[in-house]
Each structure stands twice: as structure tokens, then as C-alpha cells.
């Protein structure tokens, strides 16, 4: 193993919403950065559903008012479907909190802003293993060259091989993680505001619980882009992978197919397919440190990630943890050195932090998910409930009249309460 | 020691592109490009006889300056200068007016070889190496899969479909690789960190080559293209039968019947 002739301060591995929000913290206050990247362009390993929370990116990147947004969302849609019925419930108001957009031209702008910072920011380069010497990180191997730095910062995302070939965390299980497969669908602008009801520069962020899944325990998702619908599954994968019968692609496909939802995308041209990871068990119930000597772990890497199942929060949390991460390097700077003692600022950071308070409080909401009446029975029910009230033009049910038929056979009470309690428990 | 020069192309990238069914032509906007991929053989083979003999290797492109991502891949490989030849003067040019600037390039470099990928995944005429050659009266093999030095000759190996062709070529000379025969290397970080740290790119205008503009660009290219005609798409009915096997030899037996495709003879 060569050294290379250049030395950093700082290695960030991952040029996605977390390495590149710590690489540009660090640039900034004058360190001297190098965020190395695999893809071919920041972000092109980067998948999200299609929505970002803006004020924590706020937070963190100066001029995040030029960066590129889409749509803000001002319409949320939650829908409960099965077979061809869907009941739906819609929130529409005019505020700027989150928006649409291309999760890879938003992470280019990050990085773009890495290098006015004065970071270093090499795409095309695959970080083989990090380098670590008498217990401590000392930098990353490249192929057969080493370049050496006096702290690491791994965001590499939630596939951690680096963190996993370090033995600093265990095999990723099947069952911590959810699979998230898309399809970005063209339309044209005008089209996207008349089918979905949006203003100019309006966003629409749908979420659907019942068997559009094709069964799968999970959801389906619909975000408006600029020109552009995308259109997708997550699935838990631990349920998913004994019950999954065909390609997971074929699901997305009979998604984009599902009678309801064809008319959307009958004039469309698919652009891109998509599938990716997603921590689905979240930090506080994984087993692994967020730091070491010479080591910080920031975004899906740390399991940071946010799955109310009616709202994700992935590319903010990813990014503010990053930020965190930086401030980290900053004091341990401050104190001496990269050590394990003064990088565990890290955590103490976090734990204070809007990410760990949501993160605790909604820590039962991946149990509740694999509750598998939330995907079946409940879409079902309400959708009976709806057909007796409205397509009963001689005899009209009492709403509870309706409700008890509707579930006669499928839930009892018992069961139907304890399900209530656990979800208002958990969300 | 060998003085090597690499051309090479930057070029759409043709497994996303769109043609344009009304007008013919090369749907451009939106598609990210890339270091042709014959051509990135082409700085393979250099690097490999760089790698046995020493020597150096400086790539040139003729392009718009997007095409320094690709000048900063190939550094990345391990070339050792790179120069976009770029300017508003060279647009529009053919592959005689493109060869004639490279060749006025390359005129002002010290070489001992120059090599070429077969061609272009853009436009696949196999022109420009020819061209280049013969701009600067040097021997030229093309299809080239080996390349050796023996006694200050190069050695190279033709492939053709049934033969192997060997020549022995003084230097310099001007060679283009056949494509498909070597993986190019992956990017080195030392090398990407050179290019980030001490930009060894070149920018080279008309301004510093002074060509007269009778010769370059639109003006010097005599090549019209009068039309481009689309195949047309053969529709297909994909039609699927599920369930046994033997009952499916029958309905397949009897759609092709249908079809007209089959006979009872």
C-alpha cells in the first residue's frame, strides 16, 4: 500500500446529503477536506422517494435558497386502498417546509458547494477499506494506495461495508432494513398541475397504505417533481423476503398499473428505475457506536433515518448529522486530537439534537409497522365502510352499522383496540 | 521510453440517446456524456506500453470544455497532460476539419506514437486516425490488439476475422486500437488528486494555433449530410402464454400458423 503525496485533515467517504453537509461545514472553517465519491457524480447512488425537509438543510448550507427545488409540497394525500377502492384523506396548505426534487441534482449542488468551500471532491473513486493502525482510523485504502487523514467521516450510506470490513459493526440484518424501488415518470408541467390539482411550483406528497403493495408489508409513495412523478414501494424486508413471488420491479410496475392510479401516468414516459436500502430499525435500536479513534459515522451509515410511515425523513436527517459530525471534528480540534474521548462529543451532539428526540420518541413506530392488519384488514374495513355508506341508495347503514359488518369475520374488538393503542402509542 | 499522444472524443452517452423522429437528428439536451469508450482503450493501451517502457502520455480532445470531466478521467488512468483544444472557431467541424486541427496539435507536441480508439460511438466513421495520419505523412495500422517495442520499432498485431496481421512500423507512427479488446484501468486516487491539486489540464485556442479559418469549423468541412432516415420500429405483439409446457408448443404451433409464419407443408 502506497501513501499518496497529499495529506487531509479530513476524509469524507459518501458525497450524498451526509458526507457532503460535514465536508462543507469542515471546508469552510478552513480544514482541509477530501470528500471522495464512488458514483460518477455526487449523489448518483443516492435514492429518496422524492421529498426533502428544507429548514435543516437551512441550517447548514448558506444560500440554500438558490439550491434546487422543484415543487414545495402543500398537499399531503394519505390514502388506504384495496382492490380497486381507496379512501383518501388530504391536507392542503400553502407553507414552504418540504419539497420535491431530484435527490442527485440536489446532492451536486451540495458538493458543488463543498468546492467553494475549498474542499476536495474526487467522484469515480471507491473507497476499498478504511485504514486503521494501533486501533485507530488513519485514513482510507484506494486500490493498492493509502491516503491518510486525522479523522474519517463515513457516510457511506446504509450498505456499510467499510464500517463492516473495520469489524466495527455487524452484517447488516435483513430485518433492520426496508427496500425502496421507484420509477421517475415524465410528464409535462402543465400536466402534473392539472392531474394533481398544484399550483405553479405546488407539490403533492401521497402516501398509500393497503395492497398496492402487491401484499408486500410496506407502502407506496407518489411525489410530484417539476416535469416528473415518482412513483414507489418501500417494503420491510424482513416480511418482504418470505413473501415476495416475483421480481420486486413487477410490483412497481403493477403500482404504475393499478387501476387508480393508471391515469396518472397514462401519457408518461418512464425515466429512470430505481432501487435502494433503507434503514427501517433506526439508531437507537442498532448495535453499533457512532464513533472510534479517528472515526465519525454520519447519515444512513448511523441508521439515521426517520419512518413515521406516513412521512420519511431521510435526506435531512442524513444532512444535519453530517453538519453534527463536523461540529464534532471541530471541538475535538479544539481539545487536542482525534481521539475516541473527544469525537464522543459526537453522540452527546445528537442525543441533543431534533434528530435522537424524534428518533426516541417514535422508536416503536418500525414495530408498529409490522403489525400486517395495518396493510390488510384496516385498508379493507374503511374502504367497506365507504361502498355501504355511499353505493346503498335504498338502505342506508348507520355509519357504526357499517363499521361492524365491515369488520364482522376480519377483527375483533379485542384486537382492533389493542391495534388502535399501538399506533397512537407509537405515532 | 516512448512520447505518446492519445486522441479521444467526447461523446454522448448512445445507450441513453433519443433521435428526434421529425427532424432525424441527435436529441443532445439532457444526456450526460462521456470519454468515448473505444477511445478509453485507446489511453489503455498507452498506459500498459508506458507501464513496459516508460514514457509519457498526453491526451488531447477537441471539444467544448464539458470535456474536461473527461480529460480529468483519463489523467485519473494515469495519462500525464492532457489539452482540450477548445474554441468557438473548431465548431461545427467534420472529421477532416477535426483531423486537421489535431494534427496541427499534435505537430506541436514531441511524439513517438499516437493512438486513436477504432471510433466513435457517436458517429462510428473511423475517420479522424486515418485522417491524422495522413496529415502528417506517418504510417498508420488500424484493429490494432498489440502493440510491442523491438529495437525502437513498433511491433503491432492486426486482428481481421480470420487472420492475425503482424506489422513492424518505424516510429513515429499512428495507430487505432480495435475495439473491445482491452478493459480499461480504473482511476487511481493519486492521479484524480493530481488533477483536483495541480490542474495539469491545458486549454489550447486558435488563438495559440493560429489555423487559417478557411480549414476549420463549419468552413473547413466539406461534408453535407442530406438526410437521415429512420428504421422503422417492427411493432410486436408480446403475447405471453402461461402454464404447461406441451400446451404451449400448441398454442405457439398454432400463433404462428395464424401468422402466416408456419405452413403444413
Known sequence: MKEVG??????????GPAGSAAAYTLAKKGFKVLLVERGRVPGSKNVFGGRVYA??????????????????????????????????????????????????????????KVEE???????EITVDELVVEDGKVTGIRVGDEKVSSDVVIDAEGINRLLLERAGLVPKLEVRYAGLGV????????????????????????????????????????????????????????????????EHISRYVEALRLHPLLERYFRNGRIMEYSAHLVPEYTWPSLPHRLYADGLLVAGDA??????LGYNFRGVDYAAYSGYLAAKAVEKAHEMGGMTSENLSVYERMLEESFIMKQLRKFRNAPKMRENGRLYTTYPEVVNSVMDQLFHSPYEIPKVMEAFKR?????????????????????? | MLKMVVGIKWVPN????????????????????????????????????????????????????????????????????????????????????????????????????????????????????????????????????HAELRDRKLVVRRSLENAHETYELELPALISVAMHTLHPRRVKVSNKLRVKLENPI?????????LDPECIGLRGSPTALSKIEMVPKVPRKNEVFRGDAREAAKWLLEKLMEEGLLKLG
Not at chain 1, 117 to 123: C, R, S
Not at chain 1, 224 to 238: E, I, Q
Request: hydrophobic content about 45%.
Open chain 2, 202 to 210: 491545458k486549454t489550447w485556442s486558435n488563438q495559440v494555433l493560429g
Open chain 1, 117 to 123: 468551500a475549498g474542499g476536495t471532491v474526487l467522484t
Open chain 1, 406 to 427: 365491515a369488520k364482522d369475520g376480519k377483527i375483533g374488538w379485542l384486537d382492533l383496540v389493542r391495534d388502535l393503542l399501538e399506533v397512537v402509542r407509537s405515532v
Open chain 1, 182 to 245: 421507484k420509477e421517475v415518470i415524465k410528464l409535462s408541467k402543465k400536466e402534473i398541475e392539472d392531474l394533481f390539482g398544484l399550483d405553479e411550483d405546488e407539490g403533492l406528497a401521497w402516501l398509500m397504505m393497503g395492497d398496492v403493495t402487491g401484499g408486500l408489508p410496506g407502502g407506496a409513495f407518489l411525489y410530484t417533481n417539476r416535469d416528473s412523478v415518482s412513483v414507489g414501494l418501500v417494503v420491510m424486508l424482513g416480511e418482504a423476503v418470505k413473501e415476495v413471488r
Open chain 1, 302 to 307: 448511523a441508521g439515521l433515518l426517520l419512518n
Open chain 2, 14 to 145: 448512445t445507450t441513453s440517446v433519443n433521435i428526434d423522429p421529425k427532424t432525424g437528428t441527435l436529441i443532445r439536451e439532457g444526456i450526460p456524456s462521456v470519454v468515448n469508450p473505444h477511445d478509453l482503450e485507446a489511453v489503455e493501451m498507452a498506459l500498459r506500453l508506458k507501464d513496459e517502457y516508460g514514457g509519457k502520455v498526453t491526451v488531447i480532445t477537441m471539444s467544448p470544455p464539458s470535456a474536461i470531466a473527461g480529460l480529468e478521467h483519463v489523467l485519473g488512468m494515469g495519462a500525464d497532460e492532457a489539452i482540450l483544444v477548445s474554441d468557438r472557431a473548431f465548431a461545427g467541424a467534420d472529421t477532416l476539419a477535426t483531423s486537421y486541427v489535431l494534427a496541427k496539435v499534435i505537430e506541436r507536441l514531441d511524439y513517438d506514437l499516437i493512438i486513436f480508439g477504432q471510433e466513435t460511438i457517436d458517429s462510428s466513421t473511423a475517420h479522424v486516425g486515418a485522417q491524422v495520419a495522413s496529415w502528417l505523412d506517418l504510417p498508420y495500422v488500424y484493429y490494432v490488439t
Open chain 1, 55 to 112: 429548514d435543516p438543510l437551512r441550517d447548514v448550507f448558506d444560500g440554500f435558497d438558490e439550491a434546487p427545488i422543484h415543487r414545495w409540497v402543500t398537499k399531503e394525500r394519505i390514502s388506504l386502498v384495496n382492490g380497486e377502492a381507496m379512501t383518501s384523506f388530504e391536507f392542503h396548505e400553502r407553507k414552504r417546509t418540504s419539497f420535491t426534487t431530484y435527490l442527485t441534482e440536489l446532492a451536486c449542488w451540495m458538493a458543488r
Open chain 1, 6 to 15: 497529499y495529506k487531509f485533515d479530513v476524509i469524507v467517504v459518501g458525497a
